[in-house]
């Protein structure tokens, strides 16, 4: 084996030949060949959890459909991506996303389910938002059986109990993103977690404590992984409340934070020059796009603070 | 970790309960280093059994103290507790009953008992309350009783557990439940113990020592060959004893029939150590019984055959992981593992062999999913009990990120008689593709329920003649094979030859080995309902497949019920789901969610009804 | 960072200081790496570490040369590369010889075990790092202080290689950067001597003009200048004197004494309220195009994303612009221009253009050419046998202890930090809306509390040799006895650095901001 061909392997992906680094997984090796494969719960800063089920891939052999996200490439592997079953399976997630969780912030969800010819509705109507405090409350184990005529859904009001970000989990997928950022991927302050099982699992602090009350430092860090606008900056979220939320009228440009000497890259969304948006490119050897709470928010003074005449 | 944790204090009982287990010298200083950390996570699950046993729930002040003697982030402890059906996050009575109404306890008879429990004791807990809460007026206020999922004792259908929290916590675990008898056992008179009712149709293998052994007794054990097979094993040495059981042929008996031998190699040739050994004792298919029957009549034999499996695997660790809902199992293996222990049959230098191994009692907290083999390892881990995408597979990276063997109870004893008496033995029953006997849980609308221990290829309706045929004046309707992830078989398949060839041929599955039967009284389309109730309730949640075509799936079956819609309007979604979950769900829950109810449609049970 | 297998981090409360460079060290630790964090607070850092040597303020050259004694007792030493790559090793043994653990251990109220322990962890692993922040700095003795830690990573031969080596985290984005520039009094653009007479006459040649060929003066000194009327004229660009100095009544006193102020700043911060004349700025990370240099040497672009407001011009522009008016028309007038125009004097930056600075995400020098793709660690040649270029010296350090004395009228120990939140004087973060409260506390140990009848939220005064505040009491038992705790966020509330003493290190002009002796009262 010469120097170049080691560490690779060969298998075959929608009847072509290819070859990949051994340990990549499918979707990587899938990228690499060009094959736009659907993810919504992965992401290049965070350990991949294959929850979402968008990405699945059939592998000749294998009983049920893998997640290409995190199932690596073995030499020989026969993988179709585009295979009716497949097909099926992405369109049904989708369906059955779409029908419990309000995904319309998210475009990439809007275009997998026009790939696949998703029908959300097809489940009927969408059962009323619960109360306040309702499906926080929901005892592990039990639910109450309806009539089946409406789709139960995630529906509640958002959560606001700062002034930096808000939380609508009407639109929390439970892509576990978040509490990966939170924890052990690269904040490791754990103020989040998953809580609750089935249906009724949440992304929670400890017995639904508010924010500033919890152990969270407001890195947003959260924020920045979430796909679906379920965590949303109070700047972003105001605009949009207001109706002023235009991307028509955004640039992003990249910087470097002033707080300390660690160099960290922000890229700042500006609309009508303010900064409505703090993120960091999540392939950024210094911020693996994590940032912390002065970089992501403490951008108020050049446009609050009294300036120098 | 620098954690923040909250200013509500334990009480004095929920401090001295979480001290009994964690020792009282460190204070309220968590370990300190990462790595201590990291390794005390593993006793969140006892801690928090230590605060719902001491006092009925889990409170703010007890978690968070949980919190800082452990160094868990008080997120994720929470997360944790609230995954567990029998832990309460809101304040209940010291005695709480938690009352079947899973499929056999249904067909048997729980709605009455639920009813008339609601008329004496109130609305039970359900739904919705919230975490956190403790009521003004004491430990008397609330609910104090919960419907339940299958609680392993279908046998005595309809079924009850009481816990009652306290110093000395008494839980009791008992059949033919009434509303007065829950009653008496939440005012601290529970009904006495019964045996469950075992049989074979030929020399008993597996349940040799069953109602016939003292299972508190060391001595009685080894007076009916106990510890006789791990002799042999240090005879046969680790690669003897590897050669013997992938000879037997023996699979697994959990329901997912891998060869034992081949997981027990994998396990061996890991490279990377420690190994560890894993019981799974969290019997939680509905209709399943048959390891409580076990684990109850037989403990030192589980005790013995993990000792066996770390032998042969490179292990000095074995966990058992109990479901929570089997108290005298609890009390029986608390005290097989004390005397063997006390034997010199585990710890250092077993039987002088040189070999160290011993065994750590973990329990469950209501919670099927973790009877799923990875979910079971988060679970041992502290963390919640999620199951993990495969491969990697356990024998590569399991418990602990550790090469681990994990075995069904059932398949544990059954190594026992091949290594004491050969593969060769144990081969010289059952049919070619599946040798030895098996286990069957038989129950509902038959004369004898019980544990039944049959060769495997015993037709169908010669199980059901040793089990007394089905009860007299009724008649026979489909019999639920495998549980609630198995199938409905029809009166015309009564033919068929119990074995993992056969059935797979039928399309159909021995599962856990559940049979039961239905007779044409019960209304189907009901327990089909609840099946689906059961995988919404015990989907963990992490995956889209499961999390919501569990919930579709439910609410499909409940406009059939209501009248709202037909059973052929819905077919094509019906299968949609099934598919869906089949093939995209991480693991075997959401794949077999829609198996039975789609057996069913097959059957024609919902036509018959409608 | 994330490859190493021990971390000292000293002096550092980088959790809340460096938070992102944190999340690198956490990478680390749960790749298996031990954290050890030296820090008289037991710090949300000190919470992640192994072990928390919680020694007593301005004790850090005894410990670390009781560190390096426990190395030498337990025969860690990399003699190997002792031998090839330093020198000044005996006498630094020499002076070891008084610093046995036992005393060590007195001196620093750090356990002699925990001493062990970190010394054998730190000399046996492959891989190790010394980590450090103002905990080593605000030092009066700040340089013995620095040169006592490279003697640990001399003695180990934990320099020059991945995984290892010296870190300084930096407190600005661009602390490394104005360095680089020249921003210094004795050195051009790329650390060349000012004093030197060819790298000198290098930028003469190119500017067109004559540089003065003697060393300037850094900060303290022109302090001190103002105090003896001797600098009478001062420009501040980006800096607010009059709050951040140490024993800021002395400071102001100076700033008032000028002649003639002119500061340069993006807000009207206290400094350019006093100032003659107002020069107002872009800010340089958001409104204005160039680049900084981060902790690792890693120069990056900042870019314009913001229009600047009203009449506030870029840095460069005003400076160009003062210049012409001054008589010297700059050649060079757009950032990218005087860049380029830098890269030919400054041979670490010779191969950083903008568009390779771009595609790679920031370039660590030195970085000769366009070859280069950086430096990811320094000192790589000291592994090289015989070794290139002159050897590493060992710089024996002796414990000296604060200046400011501990006495009985003044008997406990006032450090001052910062918070995860705040930033410095607070210009640039006291407006945004932390969901949390905010205000100056004055952290003081429960037992030290107890005994003088404080609750918790109990205003006090602070009484040190140069002033006083009031501030309410904060009960923490992070601290330690003795120990009393403040930052420098909130000047407005409360001035903090009317505690400090401007006692400074004559080599790097940084004040002794860590350690002040006061005493805490009941107020009325």
């Known amino acids: 084996m010469n120097e170049s061909s080691r560490g690779e392997v060969e298998f075959t992906l929608d009847g072509r030949s290819v070859k990949a680094r051994e340990g990549e997984t499918i979707h990587a090796a899938c990228r690499s060949a060009g094959i736009d494969t659907p993810t919504l719960c992965w992401a290049e800063n965070l350990t991949p959890v294959n929850v979402c089920r968008v990405c699945v891939v059939e592998v000749e052999g294998a009983r049920v459909l893998a997640p290409s996200c995190s199932r690596k490439v073995e030499a020989g592997m026969v993988v179709h991506t585009d295979s009716p079953r497949v097909r099926s399976s992405r369109k049904l997630v989708l369906e059955l996303l779409g029908s419990s969780v309000d995904m319309s912030l998210s475009t990439d969800f809007a275009d997998y389910a026009k790939r696949y010819g998703a029908e959300p509705g097809r489940f009927g109507p969408r059962a009323q938002p619960s109360a306040a405090g309702v499906r926080e409350s929901a005892l592990p184990g039990h639910h109450e059986v309806g009539d089946g005529t409406r789709a139960a859904t995630v529906g509640q009001p958002t959560k606001v109990d700062n002034d930096l970000f808000v939380r609508d989990y009407d639109k929390c997928m439970l892509c576990y993103k978040c509490v990966e950022a939170c924890g052990s991927d690269a904040q490791n302050t754990f103020a989040i977690a998953v809580a609750g099982r089935g249906f009724d699992a949440r992304i929670a602090t400890e017995h639904e404590t508010p924010l500033p009350d919890s152990a969270c430092v407001f890195c947003g860090n959260c924020v920045g992984v979430c796909p679906t606008g379920a965590l949303m900056f109070k700047a972003e979220h105001d605009l949009r409340e207001a109706g002023k939320w235009d991307e028509s009228k955004q640039t992003e440009t990249d910087t470097i934070c002033s707080y300390c000497g660690v160099g960290c890259v922000l890229t700042l969304r500006v609309q009508d020059n303010k900064i409505v948006r703090v993120t960091s490119p999540s392939d950024s050897s210094v911020t693996g796009g994590h940032l912390c709470v002065k970089g992501r928010f403490g951008f108020k003074f050049v446009e609050e603070s009294p300036r120098a005449p | ?610 | 960072m994330e490859e190493a297998q021990v971390i000292l981090l000293w002096g550092s409360n980088a959790r809340e200081t460096h938070p992102i460079f944190f999340h690198h060290v956490l990478k680390a630790v749960r790749r298996g790496a031990k954290l050890y964090v030296i820090d008289p607070r037991r710090t949300p850092t000190a919470e992640w570490s192994e072990g928390w040597a919680g020694l007593d303020v301005g004790t850090d050259i005894a410990l670390a040369n009781g560190v390096g004694r426990a190395i030498l007792d337990a025969g860690l030493e990399n003699r190997k590369f002792i031998a090839n790559a330093t020198e000044g090793f005996d006498a630094y043994r020499a002076t070891l010889e008084r610093y046995d653990v036992e005393r060590v251990s007195t001196i620093t109220r750090v356990d002699a075990e925990l001493i062990c322990r970190m010394a054998r962890d730190f000399a046996s692993a492959e891989r190790a790092m010394i980590c450090w922040t103002l905990g080593i700095t605000e030092h009066h003795n700040a340089v013995d202080n620095v040169l006592s830690l490279i003697n640990l990573a001399l003695l180990t031969g934990h320099v020059g290689k991945w995984g290892s080596g010296l870190n300084p985290l930096r407190g600005q984005n661009n602390v490394q950067g104005g360095g680089d520039m020249g921003a210094l009094p004795h050195k051009l653009t790329g650390f060349q001597d000012v004093e030197d007479d060819v790298l000198r006459s290098r930028f003469e040649a190119v500017w067109g003009c004559k540089i003065p060929p003697k060393n300037g003066w850094h900060l303290t000194e022109m302090f001190a200048a103002m105090g003896r009327r001797e600098l009478t004229a001062l420009y501040v660009i980006g800096e607010n004197p009059a709050q951040s100095e140490a024993d800021s009544t002395h400071a102001l006193h100076c700033l008032e004494g000028l002649e003639h102020l002119i500061v340069q700043d993006i807000v009207m911060t206290k400094t350019a309220e006093m100032a003659d004349v107002v020069l107002p700025a872009s800010a340089s990370w958001c409104e204005s195009e160039g680049t900084v240099t981060n902790s690792e040497r890693r120069v990056q672009r900042v870019r314009r994303a913001l229009n600047p407001p009203g009449s506030a011009r870029d840095d460069i522009e005003i400076l160009c612009d003062l210049s012409s008016r001054l008589g010297y028309d700059m050649k060079a007038r757009t950032p990218e221009a005087l860049w380029d125009e830098l890269r030919t004097l400054s041979p670490m930056h010779g191969g950083m253009s903008y568009p390779r600075l771009e595609a790679l995400g920031g370039i660590q020098w030195p970085c000769p050419d366009e070859s280069s793709v950086g430096s990811p660690f320094l000192h790589g040649r000291l592994w090289e046998t015989p070794v290139r270029g002159p050897r590493a010296a060992f710089h024996p350090a002796e414990d000296e202890g604060p200046v400011d004395k501990l006495t009985s009228e003044f008997p406990l120990r006032l450090t001052t930090g910062r918070r995860l939140d705040s930033y410095n004087t607070g210009v640039q973060s006291g407006s945004f809306a932390w969901p949390m409260e905010r205000r100056e506390t004055v952290g003081i140990f429960p037992s030290d509390a107890a005994r003088l009848g404080l609750r918790d939220g109990e205003r006090v005064r602070v009484v040190s040799r140069r002033g006083s505040i009031e501030a309410p009491v904060r009960l923490d038992d992070r601290l330690k006895p003795g120990l009393v705790f403040m930052t420098m966020h909130f000047p407005d509330e409360v001035d903090t650095n009317l505690l400090t003493i401007d006692a400074t290190d004559p080599r790097s002009g940084t004040a002794e901001f860590k350690a002040a002796a006061i005493r805490v009262e009941k107020v009325g």
């Open chain 2, 1 to 610: 970790m620098d954690l923040r944790h909250h200013d509500v204090l334990p009480t004095a009982a929920e401090r001295s309960a979480v001290d009994a287990l964690l020792g009282v010298e460190a204070g309220d200083a968590p370990p300190a280093g990462f790595a201590a950390v990291r390794d005390a996570r593993t006793l969140l699950l006892p801690a928090l059994h230590a605060l719902q046993s001491s006092v009925g729930w889990v409170s703010r002040g007890g978690l968070d103290y949980v919190c800082r003697r452990l160094g868990v982030p008080p997120a994720e402890a929470f997360g944790v507790a609230s995954f567990y059906a029998l832990f309460s996050l809101v304040q209940r009575p010291q005695a709480f009953a938690h009352v079947c109404d899973d499929i056999a306890c249904t067909a048997a008879g729980a709605e009455k008992v639920c009813s008339e429990l609601e008329r004496k004791l109130g609305a039970p807990a359900s739904g919705h309350a919230k975490t956190g809460t403790a009521h003004e007026d004491g430990a008397g206020h609330g609910p104090r009783w919960a419907r339940s999922p299958c609680l392993g004792l279908c046998e005595r259908a309809p079924a009850a557990l009481v816990t009652i929290a306290g110093a000395e916590p008494k839980d009791c675990a008992f059949g033919a439940a009434t509303a007065s008898r829950i009653e008496a056992a939440l005012a601290g008179s529970p009904p006495r113990i019964e045996e469950a009712y075992v049989a074979s149709s030929g020399p008993r293998r597996l349940l040799a020592r069953v109602g016939v052994a003292d299972p508190a007794s060391l001595a009685a054990y080894r007076a009916h060959r106990g510890y006789e097979a791990l002799a042999r094993a240090f005879e046969l040495g680790a690669e003897g004893v590897l050669r013997e059981v992938t000879e037997s042929k023996l699979v697994g008996r959990g329901g997912a029939a891998f060869p034992t031998g081949r997981k027990w190699e994998a396990v061996a040739r890991a490279t990377a150590r420690p190994h560890y050994v894993v019981c799974n004792a969290d019997e939680s298919e509905p209709g399943t019984f048959k390891d409580r029957v076990l684990l109850e009549g037989d403990p030192f034999a589980v005790v013995e055959a993990m000792t066996i499996a770390g032998y042969a695997t490179g292990s000095q660790r074995g966990y058992l992981y109990l479901r929570g809902e089997y108290p005298l199992a609890l009390e029986r293996l608390s005290h097989a593992i004390e005397s063997a222990r006390a034997g010199g049959l585990l710890g250092a230098n077993i039987l002088g062999s040189g070999f160290a191994f011993d065994i750590e009692l973990r329990r469950g907290a209501g919670a099927y999913i973790c009877g799923e083999e990875t979910a079971l390892f988060n679970s041992i881990e502290g963390l919640r009990g999620e199951p993990r995408n495969k491969p990697p597979f356990p024998a590569q990276v399991g418990l602990f990120g550790r090469p681990t063997a994990v075995n069904n109870v059932e398949t544990l004893v059954a190594v026992l008689d091949i290594v004491r008496d050969g593969a060769a033995s144990y081969t010289s029953v059952g049919t070619a593709g599946s040798p030895g006997t098996k286990l069957f849980c038989v129950s509902g609308s038959v004369v004898r329920p019980g544990v039944y221990e049959v060769p495997f290829g015993t037709r169908l309706d010669a199980l059901l003649a040793l089990a007394g045929g089905v009860l007299p004046g009724k008649t026979m309707r489909t019999i639920l094979l495998g549980g609630a992830a198995g199938g409905f078989v029809g009166r015309d398949q009564l033919s068929l030859p119990l074995s993992f060839e056969d059935t797979r041929k039928a399309g159909t599955t021995l599962g856990s080995g559940v049979v039961l039967v239905f007779d044409d009284e019960t209304p189907m389309v009901p327990i089909l309902r609840r099946i689906a109730a059961f995988f919404r309730d015990e989907s963990c949640g992490q995956c889209i497949p499961c999390r919501v075509g569990t919930v579709r799936q439910e609410e499909l079956l409940s406009r059939v019920v209501n009248g709202r819609s037909t059973l052929q309007g819905e077919l094509p979604l019906l299968k949609d789901l099934g598919q869906v979950m089949r093939d995209a769900s991480i693991c075997g829950l959401g794949q077999t969610a829609s198996s039975a109810i789609e057996s069913a449609v097959a059957l024609g049970l919902f036509e018959d009804e409608r």
